[in-house]
């Protein structure tokens, strides 16, 4: 079994920046490939990066340049850097965890709850 948990999210205006975590517990947090995804209201849950335990990354088109991924193997811990926010980035941000790698959301096998980014204009 796998815990994630999430953290860092609030409200911010157009240009500002956050930097969500993620802790996490059960698995062997250095061999799982450690996703972001979002989902705003009305709308399906988005990949947006993924980290593998290699460090290989992987981003949304709608956020290269803008966000950045990391982790930090001996905290069990990701990172998902945001800069240059804009108000179509507001949504619920989750963190989730594989084995392997992809973008899919049916792939990943282990959710946090969420947390709320809000970006306002």
């Known amino acids: 079994q796998v815990q994630l948990v999430e953290s860092g999210g609030g409200l911010v205006q157009a240009g500002g920046s956050l930097r969500l975590s993620c802790a996490a517990s059960?698995?062997?947090?250095?061999?799982?490939?450690m996703g972001w995804f979002r989902q705003a209201p009305g709308k399906e849950r988005e990949f947006v990066a993924y980290i593998t335990g290699s460090g290989m990354k992987n981003y949304a088109d709608s956020v290269k340049g803008r966000f950045t991924i990391s982790r930090d193997n001996a905290k069990n811990t990701v990172y998902l850097q945001m800069n240059s926010l804009q108000p179509e980035d507001t949504a619920v941000y989750y963190c989730?965890?594989?084995?392997?790698?992809?973008?899919?959301?049916?792939?990943?096998?282990?959710w946090g709850q969420g947390t709320q980014v809000t970006v306002s204009s």
């Open positions: 989730a965890s594989r084995t392997g790698w992809g973008t899919s959301v049916e792939s990943y096998d282990y």
């Open positions: 059960g698995r062997t947090f250095s061999r799982s490939t």
